[in-house]
């Protein structure tokens, strides 16, 4: 994980930039987020407290964390999920998706080497707003032996929601690499001592978890819908750059979060 990012491509994350190679979804994710108030808003909220205040090899992770959860909690799902999920078809794709969420900060610790996964999963046990986000995603994304692939059909968009739940909190998952769509917490398990089994299983609930990989791999296939009326080709680009309103303290909305079971409460943002 890089431990910073230049300011080139903190402008890049807030206003998107057109792939004149090839298709590029999180781009279009970014500009279909850009040309709506309210996800603009409370994208720049989190970017800016997790890039722009952070000086070099820290960053406020306790407000990062904090933006991030209000920014899938409160912004359009439709938009935070096409941000989160968008679908890549090369590296520089999924090299931009596996850094919007800055790492940095948000997800890798200033370590040089991950920590053991029982170091978040303990505090995350420990967390009143951590602790129920994960056993929301246990829960949703739990495989179903009696269903012939494992997974049940309809848990794909409560799997979805539940994961994203996880991001800005203390077992914060991100994409791994920039060359497949693999998931997991910022550790390992070389370190766990007499509790690797435990340790291996927490991890697994990210790399080994084959309901949450095909909920992920759904997503594709919903992809021109989710966007259909968020790209319009001909607006001008000019006006849609930067539609953020510091006076407007309202952030209403339907949560994403009411949909996860009632131990997810929204006091706990």
Do not use: K
Not at 141 to 150: K, M, R, V
């Amino acid at each position: 994980m890089a431990s910073c990012l230049a300011p080139p491509l903190l402008l890049l994350l807030l206003l998107g930039s057109p792939s004149a190679v090839a298709p590029n979804r999180c781009v279009d994710a970014a500009d279909a987020c850009t040309a709506d108030a309210r996800c603009q808003r409370l994208r720049t909220a989190y970017v800016v407290q997790c890039l722009g205040r952070a000086a070099p090899g820290s960053c406020p992770r306790a407000r990062c964390r904090r933006a991030l959860r209000r920014f899938f909690a409160r912004g359009p799902p439709e938009l935070t999920h096409a941000l989160l999920f968008c679908p890549c078809g090369g590296p520089a794709c999924a090299e931009r998706r596996r850094q919007t969420f800055v790492p940095s900060c948000a997800f890798s610790g200033p370590e040089p080497a991950p920590p053991s996964c029982l170091a978040p999963l303990d505090a995350c046990e420990h967390s009143p707003v951590c602790r129920p986000r994960l056993l929301a995603f246990q829960a949703s994304c739990a495989p179903a032996p009696s269903n012939l692939d494992g997974c049940l059909r309809d848990q794909i968009p409560s799997c979805l929601r539940a994961y994203a739940g996880l991001v800005g909190t203390a077992v914060t998952p991100n994409y791994v690499d920039n060359a497949s769509a693999r998931v997991a917490p910022w550790c390992d398990c070389g370190a766990s001592g007499n509790r690797r089994e435990e340790c291996e299983v927490f991890r697994g609930l990210f790399t080994r978890n084959r309901c949450l990989d095909r909920a992920i791999q759904a997503f594709d296939g919903g992809w021109p819908s989710v966007l259909h009326d968020q790209l319009d080709p001909h607006q001008d680009p000019e006006h849609s750059l930067l539609q953020v309103s510091s006076a407007d303290a309202s952030l209403e909305g339907s949560s994403m979060l009411s949909v996860l079971p009632v131990l997810v409460l929204q006091p706990l943002l």
